[in-house]
Structure formats: structure tokens, C-alpha cells
């Protein structure tokens, strides 16, 4: 559980104090690296460096602001730049191709009551900008304007990539069912 007391110990740098809280957040922050991170050992790595930030400005955290709350933020943010810093901007083109939205609804309801293992191997079918920037947006609450900016493309851009996840993880789920279909009648 994190305290205000522990934080107070981290702000002295003990370093049992921040083992503590690393050990308590690991699971949380390990769990957004992931969403962004095709392997484990990057997450991982990408996961050190959040908390080495967590760690460097945790005597900047505004009270009033929940701490995990405080420490995902930074912890997302330093997955998308290290995103950022090391992709070709060819990524970031948008092409001419039509949102589709009118199935959308239905893929949403199916993923409100997927297990987050399953959702997180099907969201690794989406190639990395549209994965990342869904994420940003369904998972992590980002607005299309905040992802821009982030991100460093445009709202349309944006919600290109939102829809196109979307589309791939529509056609995941559909072949999805499919096997699950062939499955049941083979038996």
C-alpha cells in the first residue's frame, strides 16, 4: 500500500523505501509497458527508466494528485517517448482510407468482458503507431487533442489510428469466433 509516509521516506531516498514502492507498483506500471511493448524485455526496460523518473521527481508531485495516478502518467509517458525518439515518421502518415465506425459498438462490448491476457494478444495484431495511440485513447483516456500533442500528429491522424486498431481487432475478434464456432461443432 502506498502512504504518504512511504512517499515521504522515497523523497529522502531510502532505498528500502523506494524497493517498497517499486515492488508495490510493479504489477500496474509492468502492465502499461506492456500494452505499448511488443516484448517483455523491453517493457521491462522501458519500465526501469518510468521508475527512475517516478524516483528523480517524486518531489514534484502535487499532493492533491493521486500518486499512482501521477506515477502511470509518467510511466506512459516515458513508453511513448521512447516510441517517439526511436520511430521512422513514415509511421505517422495518414492515408485516405475511410473510418469505418458502424461495427465498432459491437467489438467494444466484446472487449468490456474480454480477459485482459486474451485483449492483450490480440491488440498485439495492430501495428505499433495504431496500437500505441489506441491505447493512449480507449485504455489510457487520452483525448484526440492530448495524443497530438504527444504524439506529435494530428487529431485526424489520431482517430485514423484508433479506427484502424479497431478494424483489426473487429477482424481478430471475428476469426476469433470463428474458431470458436469450428471448435464447438468439431467436438
Same mark, same amino acid.
Given at each position: 500500500?502506498?502512504?504518504?509516509?512511504?512517499?515521504?521516506?522515497?523523497?529522502?531516498?531510502?532505498?528500502?523505501?523506494?524497493?517498497?514502492?517499486?515492488?508495490?507498483? @510493479?504489477?500496474?506500471?509492468?502492465?502499461?509497458?506492456?500494452?505499448?511493448?511488443?516484448?517483455?524485455?523491453?517493457?521491462?526496460?522501458?519500465?526501469?527508466?518510468?521508475?527512475?523518473?517516478?524516483?528523480?521527481?517524486?518531489?514534484?508531485?502535487?499532493?492533491?494528485?493521486?500518486?499512482?495516478?501521477?506515477?502511470?502518467?509518467?510511466?506512459?509517458?516515458?513508453?511513448?517517448?521512447?516510441?517517439?525518439?526511436?520511430?521512422?515518421?513514415?509511421?505517422?502518415?495518414?492515408?485516405?482510407?475511410?473510418?469505418?465506425?458502424?461495427?465498432?459498438?459491437?467489438?467494444?462490448?466484446?472487449?468490456?468482458?474480454?480477459?485482459?491476457?486474451?485483449?492483450?494478444?490480440?491488440?498485439?495484431?495492430?501495428?505499433?503507431?495504431?496500437?500505441?495511440?489506441?491505447?493512449?485513447?480507449?485504455?489510457?483516456?487520452?483525448?484526440?487533442?492530448?495524443?497530438?500533442?504527444?504524439?506529435?500528429?494530428?487529431?485526424?491522424?489520431?482517430?485514423?489510428?484508433?479506427? @484502424?486498431?479497431?478494424?483489426?481487432?473487429?477482424?481478430?475478434?471475428?476469426?476469433?469466433?470463428?474458431?470458436?464456432?469450428?471448435?464447438?461443432?468439431?467436438?
Amino acid at each position: 500500500m502506498i502512504t504518504e509516509a512511504l512517499i515521504a521516506r522515497c523523497l529522502r531516498q531510502e532505498s528500502k523505501a523506494q524497493f517498497e514502492l517499486y515492488k508495490t507498483l @510493479h504489477p500496474m506500471m509492468m502492465s502499461i509497458c506492456t500494452r505499448y511493448e511488443r516484448d517483455r524485455q523491453s517493457a521491462a526496460a522501458r519500465m526501469n527508466q518510468g521508475f527512475l523518473k517516478i524516483f528523480q521527481n517524486i518531489a514534484k508531485r502535487r499532493s492533491e494528485v493521486p500518486f499512482t495516478a501521477w506515477a502511470s502518467r509518467i510511466m506512459i509517458n516515458t513508453v511513448i517517448d521512447d516510441f517517439r525518439l526511436g520511430k521512422d515518421r513514415r509511421a505517422h502518415e495518414v492515408t485516405n482510407e475511410p473510418i469505418d465506425t458502424s461495427t465498432s459498438v459491437e467489438a467494444n462490448d466484446y472487449l468490456e468482458h474480454m480477459e485482459a491476457e486474451a485483449f492483450a494478444e490480440l491488440l498485439m495484431q495492430v501495428p505499433t503507431m495504431s496500437r500505441n495511440v489506441f491505447n493512449l485513447f480507449a485504455i489510457d483516456g487520452y483525448s484526440h487533442a492530448e495524443i497530438s500533442e504527444l504524439m506529435g500528429i494530428s487529431e485526424g491522424t489520431s482517430k485514423w489510428h484508433v479506427s @484502424h486498431a479497431r478494424s483489426i481487432l473487429r477482424k481478430a475478434l471475428a476469426s476469433l469466433g470463428e474458431t470458436t464456432t469450428i471448435r464447438s461443432t468439431a467436438r
